[in-house]
C-alpha cells in the first residue's frame, strides 16, 4: 500500500546512526521516557504494532491511534526524521526484506582458506572466543542482588509462567526444563496454536512471570508482560535492554549482554544465568539458600 506524504513531510532524511528496522525500534526504545505523552502512546504502539505501522497510511494510523496525522510527522522530528514516512520505509523494508538475514550474516566471514577444515577452524575459535568474552564479562557484571530477589519471587510463587519469542525462545525452554526437575510448577507460554493469552491468563496475583526478552523485541511479550504486571502477577525479566519499556512492567529486571559476532548473537551467557536461576530456587526450595 503507498503511503501518502503531507505536503510539510520530504520522503528522505534518515538520521544517520539507525540503519534499519530493528534500529530505528531500538532508537524509539531508548527514547520514549523522554517523550511527552501523546508521542509516548505513539511510540508504545509503532514498539507494539510495527508490521501495521509500515503498511498503512498516516490518515489510517492516526485514526487507529486517535491523533491528529500532525503528531505523526511531530513524532518522526522528533526521532531525528524529516518526518513519519522516513520510518515507514525502514519499518517496511524490515517486515518484507529479511528473507536471507543470516545467509549474508554468514557472508561476512571469512572464506580465504581452501581446507575446508582450517577455515571452520578459524570459525570455531571466533565464537568459542567471543562466547568466553562475553561469560567473562557477564561474571563480573552479574547484578547478584536482582538475582536473588528474582529466585526470592520464584520461591513464593505457585506457578512460575516462563516466555521467550525467536532467539529467547529455546532459553525459556531451557528454563522451564530446569524448573520441571524440582519443586515448583512451571507454565511455558509457548504460544503454540495462538493460545498464548489462555496461558497467561492461568497465572493469578503472586504467580511469577520469567520474560526473556532481546533485541529487536517482541512486541507480544511486551504485551504479556503488561497484562500480567497489572493483574498482580510478579514479572521478572531477562534482557539486554534494562531501561527499555518492558522494564517499566517488570518487578525485577535482570540485564545480560551475550555475545554478537557478525550479528549472529549467542545464547551462552543467558543459558548461564539460567542456570544460576533454576539451581539457586532449588536450593532456596531446600532451605539451602
Known amino acids: 500500500m503507498k503511503t501518502p506524504t503531507t505536503n510539510d513531510e520530504p520522503s528522505d532524511a534518515i538520521p544517520a546512526h539507525i540503519k534499519n528496522g530493528d534500529g530505528l ?12 505523552k501523546r508521542l509516548k502512546t505513539i511510540a508504545d504502539f509503532i514498539i507494539e504494532q510495527p ?23 511531530r513524532f518522526g522530528k522528533a526521532l531525528g526524521f524529516s518526518g513519519f514516512v522516513p520510518m ?7 517486515a518484507t526484506g529479511t528473507k536471507d538475514v543470516y545467509q549474508k550474516r554468514i557472508s561476512n566471514f571469512p572464506q580465504q582458506e581452501d581446507d575446508a577444515e582450517i577455515a571452520l577452524g578459524h570459525i570455531a575459535e571466533a565464537f568459542f ?55 515448583c510448577r512451571p507454565l511455558l507460554i509457548d504460544s503454540l496454536g495462538g493460545m498464548e493469552q489462555s496461558q497467561v491468563n492461568m497465572l493469578r496475583s503472586g504467580d511469577v512471570l520469567i520474560v ?25 525479566v531477562l534482557t539486554d ?3 527499555g519499556a518492558i522494564s517499566e512492567v517488570s518487578h525485577v529486571t535482570i540485564p545480560i549482554y551475550d ?31
Open 25 to 36: 525500534i531500538n532508537q524509539i526504545r531508548l527514547q520514549r521516557n523522554t517523550l511527552p
Open 51 to 73: 508490521i501495521i505501522v509500515a503498511l498503512h497510511s498516516i490518515p489510517e494510523l492516526a485514526k487507529l491511534m486517535e491523533v491528529p496525522p500532525s503528531t505523526l510527522v
Open 88 to 94: 515507514q520505509k525502514l519499518l517496511r523494508d524490515k
Open 129 to 183: 572466543s567471543s562466547n568466553i568474552n562475553a561469560l567473562q564479562s557477564a561474571r563480573s557484571e552479574i547484578r547478584l542482588d536482582q538475582v536473588h530477589s528474582a529466585i526470592k519471587d520464584m520461591s513464593r510463587a505457585s506457578v512460575i509462567g516462563i516466555m521467550g519469542h525467536k532467539r529467547a525462545f529455546p532459553l525459556a525452554s531451557y528454563l522451564f526444563y530446569g524448573l520441571s526437575q524440582i519443586d
Open 212 to 236: 526473556i526478552s532481546f533485541a529487536p523485541y517482541s512486541s507480544t511479550s511486551l504485551s504479556i508482560a503488561s497484562q500480567a504486571f497489572h493483574k498482580g502477577v510478579r514479572v521478572i
Open 241 to 243: 535492554d534494562p531501561t
Open 259 to 289: 555475545a554478537n559476532l557478525h550479528d549472529i548473537r549467542s545464547i551462552a551467557a543467558t543459558a548461564t544465568l539460567i542456570q544460576v536461576l533454576f539451581v539457586g530456587l532449588g536450593m532456596s526450595l531446600s532451605n539451602n539458600l
